[in-house]
């Protein structure tokens, strides 16, 4: 149909109408891009000419300072150090072979660090500095950063490293720190992106391993302008770390350092606790090492060395060490009885050398026998026989609990690495463990114990300091955090009957200052600090028929680690206790003779606050003990530190 003139004539009004709108459309655009284009072109061309050449912003982590360690009284345990170091970047060197050339020269480097240095170069990318030297004098740092102009891609550098300058004397309380592993890594559920960086150490071991997010601190950043190779041209900005928090412990170091001393060579444990507030004033694990070897690479020889000696230097005896605690276990039965009422104080038993049970005899560790014994002094004499007898009346299940109630067989909890728990055994352990049933011999065993009985010397420890007080004393580690005390605990009352605990307390006070008593030359004669305590030998293993016959009849003349652990337990002074000490020293024979001597001299210097008087010790022994002063590599304590968040 045709169309009219009037509708060809609306039909190109609205073409019309369409083109203006699209044009004026399309103008929009094209003012709107080159509004743009004026502005990335002119406005912002230096900024856009740097992104078209390939360059970027990157944040760079920094690593945070590890927190700091202070004993009781602020004396620094574990620091920061300056560390100074020089790295190399290939893309920079140009000839790498030729800068190392010029480098040795300035700092010492044998054939064999250059060709490592060079080695590992190969091995990363031409941007990636590689570490050429560690731990470099300021002297030799300083002479790097001046000859910089003929060292092209070397560059000095300064960070933090760990220290820990009391060295060995709490190696084992505080660990030390090392590389991230992939095994460290696995072992996190979201791992802290600040462990990632080349070269961060974490805490390992001990107080740094079990409080390592609070001493690592917060990683601080830097925004740093790289070209399209990934070098760094610019740093634009740094937010410094935010540094650990400073922790303080309740372990005193002139305490520690001469438990550690007495303790010598001997593969020994002791643990000092402060039974008013459950403090660990001591943990002394012998012999030790230096922590800062594994901070800086310990070398393959020194750490095979430690590895394979018989003392076990890399062990913390103190908490993972577990031993028959042999007659310093002798206070739990007796405690178990009198608490049962099968006996009282008074109760006596006839030790004639030994006990027939089921036709097996045990012996008592006098052959001859003790005659009729009563409580206190079956502990001054240990009369094996008199807990024989005790054992089968009250059983083993009291026995467990009341081991358990004064802390054997009990983990307590601290910022220590693999803290034993020990065995209290009763039936039904030994059931689940052995599946079998509790024996009469296992009784007559535990009771002076031997058989399953196993504690730490911490355990030890414990169990003396509750003894002593009455109260369900708990060791405690850390002292304050920031400066901010930890809160002491008000321990509970055990429960037990006074007159039974003065009955355990007046037999370890007859240990000490009776006639009989088994460690009486071990005794304090200044009568402030008048002591109590027990000894404890526990049988290894038996001297054989064979050995008999070859003239071996003394535990002396057996190997030495087939010899008796040697124990001792003590709390002083005894008419208001303040610190309880155990002592155990491996295969060190008579507990009497090697580790009521130890025991002494530690419980005399925390109670002196130092070495005490000589009047203190017996008249005889005072030329001895002088010697042994004059042997010992004591250190004096430093000042303590001024930073007031050390501080409790």
């Known amino acids: 149909m045709k169309k009219s003139a009037r509708d060809i004539t609306d039909s190109n009004r609205a073409i019309n109408r369409r083109a203006l709108m699209l044009g004026a459309v399309q103008a929009a655009v094209?003012?709107?891009?080159g509004w743009r284009l004026k502005t990335m072109q002119l406005d912002r061309a230096d900024e856009f000419r740097m992104l078209s050449?390939?360059?970027?912003?990157?944040?760079?982590?920094?690593?945070?300072?590890?927190g700091l360690i202070h004993d009781r009284n602020g004396v620094l345990l574990a620091g920061n150090e300056a560390n100074y170091r020089a790295t190399i970047t290939r893309e920079e060197a140009g000839d790498p072979e030729l800068v190392l050339a010029r480098l040795r020269q300035l700092i010492p480097m044998t054939d064999t660090a250059i060709e490592a240095v060079l080695a590992e170069i190969g091995k990363r990318s031409a941007i990636t500095p590689v570490v050429v030297a560690d731990r470099l004098s300021w002297e030799q740092f300083a002479s790097i950063a001046v000859n910089a102009p003929a060292l092209p891609g070397v560059s000095p550098e300064s960070g933090l490293s760990r220290s820990y300058p009391r060295a060995g004397d709490f190696a084992h309380v505080l660990g030390y720190v090392g590389p991230v592993s992939d095994y460290d890594l696995s072992r996190m559920e979201d791992p802290d992106p600040v462990l990632m960086l080349p070269e961060f150490q974490l805490g390992k071991l001990g107080v740094e391993a079990r409080l390592e997010e609070r001493l690592r601190g917060k990683a601080g950043t830097r925004r740093v302008e790289v070209n399209s190779a990934g070098r760094e041209m610019r740093e634009l900005e740094r937010i410094e770390g935010q540094q650990g928090e400073t922790v303080q412990i309740t372990i005193d170091a002139?305490?520690?350092?001469?438990?550690?001393?007495?303790?010598?060579?001997?593969?020994?444990?002791?643990?000092?606790?402060?039974?008013q507030n459950g403090d660990i004033l001591a943990s002394a694990s012998a012999p030790t090492f230096d922590p800062n070897l594994f901070v800086r690479g310990i070398s393959g020889p020194d750490y095979r060395a430690l590895m394979e000696h018989d003392h076990r230097p890399l062990a913390d005896k103190t908490v993972q060490g577990v031993y028959p605690p042999g007659s310093t276990f002798k206070m739990v039965p007796l405690l178990a009885g009198l608490e049962s009422g099968l006996i009282d104080a008074g109760s006596r038993f006839y030790c004639p050398g030994h006990t027939t049970v089921a036709g097996r005899r045990f012996h008592c560790w006098s052959r001859g026998g003790h005659g009729s014994v009563a409580a206190v002094a079956s502990l001054e004499r240990s009369c094996d026989v008199y807990y024989y007898e005790l054992a089968q009346r009250i059983g083993a299940d009291r026995m467990a609990e009341m081991a358990r109630r004064l802390g054997i067989g009990v983990r307590h909890e601290l910022p220590m690495s693999a803290i034993a728990e020990g065995i209290a055994p009763d039936r039904a352990w030994k059931r689940a463990r052995h599946d079998q049933e509790w024996q009469v011999g296992d009784s007559i065993n535990a009771s002076i114990g031997q058989g399953y009985v196993l504690a730490s010397p911490l355990q030890l420890a414990v169990m003396t300091a509750r003894v002593a007080t009455g109260r369900e004393v708990a060791p405690r580690l850390v002292r304050a955090v920031n400066g901010a005390a930890v809160p002491e605990t008000d321990f509970n009352d055990l429960g037990l009957r006074e007159a039974n605990l003065r009955t355990a307390r007046a037999g370890m006070d007859a240990v000490m200052n009776g006639s009989h008593g088994t460690a009486a030359r071990s005794r304090i004669l200044a009568p402030e600090w008048r002591m109590a305590g027990k000894t404890g030998t526990s049988q290894v293993r038996n001297i054989t028929a064979a050995e008999r016959a070859r003239g071996v009849i003394r535990n002396e003349q057996l190997p030495w680690n087939r010899r008796d652990h040697a124990l001792f337990v003590c709390y002083a002074p005894f008419d208001a206790p303040r610190y309880a000490v155990s002592v155990v020293v491996e295969h060190g024979g008579g507990g009497g003779t090697v580790a009521a001597p130890i025991g002494?001299?530690?419980l005399l210097f925390a109670l002196a606050g130092g070495l005490p008087p000589l009047d203190a010790y017996p008249a005889g022994q005072r030329g001895a003990i002088e010697e042994m002063r004059a042997r010992m590599n004591l250190t004096p304590a430093p000042a303590p530190q001024t930073n007031g968040r050390a501080r409790a």
């Open 30 to 33: 094209v003012a709107t891009l």
């Open 53 to 66: 050449d390939g360059n970027s912003i990157k944040l760079r982590l920094l690593p945070p300072a590890r």
């Open 254 to 275: 002139a305490l520690q350092n001469f438990a550690v001393q007495r303790l010598g060579e001997e593969s020994a444990a002791a643990v000092v606790i402060d039974v």
């Open 600 to 602: 002494r001299d530690i």
